[in-house]
């Protein structure tokens, strides 16, 4: 079971969460203010962090941002009262892995919690990433999370990391858009395919030389992506 953190200023929300998913058999700590929340999120024994958009002090996008900064592996699930999409997406694209939208039933977030942690260990512990991939200048530990650019390390988040893992087992394979919601993010995900192309974006300007002409991650006009055979 995980080590979860839950930053929610609503006591009510964050009680009933944290008793379900306690009840589930993590371990979960509840911090009801922005600021203290960044502090226990960056002190590293935690592997998902269920995070609130509207907090005071430090609000949940700028947790997410610094969060995402020091501890790429984080998993983040983002929670909101704002149903617009561009507070969706923007929450998306700073680096949050997965969305939720109050009011929300406890079991969704128990669903949607299980379903990132089985992600994770999916790609931590399949068999066919269990190898080290060198293809050019880019290393991939599958095990160990690790890539590299000519022996530097690259920090990439939870998803970004998902996201090149899904390429580099399939190379010369062409994923659609929606192919790579449902891959990445998770079957009946209801996400933006704009999504797919920020994540692409930010994946590319941190392990190609040049990003507008890519090595790795590259662009088939009017079907997708794939990654270099």
């Known amino acids: 079971m995980a080590a979860i953190l839950v930053v929610e200023d609503d006591k009510d929300i964050a009680g009933l969460v944290s008793l379900h998913l306690r009840d589930g058999g993590h371990e979960v700590t509840?911090?009801?203010?922005?600021a203290d929340g960044l502090d226990e999120a960056l002190s590293g024994r935690y592997e998902l962090l269920v995070l609130d958009l509207m907090l005071p002090n430090v609000d949940g996008l700028e947790l997410c941002r610094h969060v995402r900064t020091k501890k790429p592996d984080l998993l983040i699930l983002m929670l909101t009262a704002k149903t617009s999409e561009i507070d969706r997406v923007l929450g998306l694209e700073i680096g949050a892995d997965d969305y939720l939208i109050k009011p929300f039933s406890i079991r969704e977030v128990q669903a949607r919690?299980?379903?990132?942690?089985?992600?994770?260990?999916?790609?931590?512990?399949?068999?066919?990433?269990?190898?080290?991939?060198?293809?050019?200048?880019?290393?991939?530990?599958?095990d160990k999370h690790e890539v590299k650019l000519a022996d530097e390390t690259v920090s990439l988040t939870a998803k970004e990391f998902d996201l090149l893992a899904q390429f580099?087992?399939?190379?010369?394979?062409?994923?659609?858009?929606?192919?790579l919601l449902d891959l990445v993010w998770g079957s009946g995900y209801e996400g933006f395919e704009h999504t797919v192309n920020s994540h692409i974006n930010r994946l590319r300007a941190k392990i190609e030389r040049d990003p507008a002409d890519p090595t790795f991650i590259q662009t088939v006009w009017g079907v997708g992506y794939k990654f270099a055979s």
């Not at 509840?30 to 922005?34: E, K, L, P, S, Y």
């Not at 580099?168 to 192919?179: C, E, F, I, L, S």
Request: net charge positive; proline share 4%.
């Open 168 to 179: 580099a087992k399939h190379p010369g394979k062409v994923y659609t858009r929606t192919q």
């Open 30 to 34: 509840v911090i009801h203010d922005g």
């Open 113 to 142: 919690v299980k379903a990132l942690l089985r992600r994770k260990e999916k790609v931590s512990g399949s068999p066919e990433l269990s190898s080290h991939l060198v293809v050019g200048e880019l290393s991939i530990d599958f």
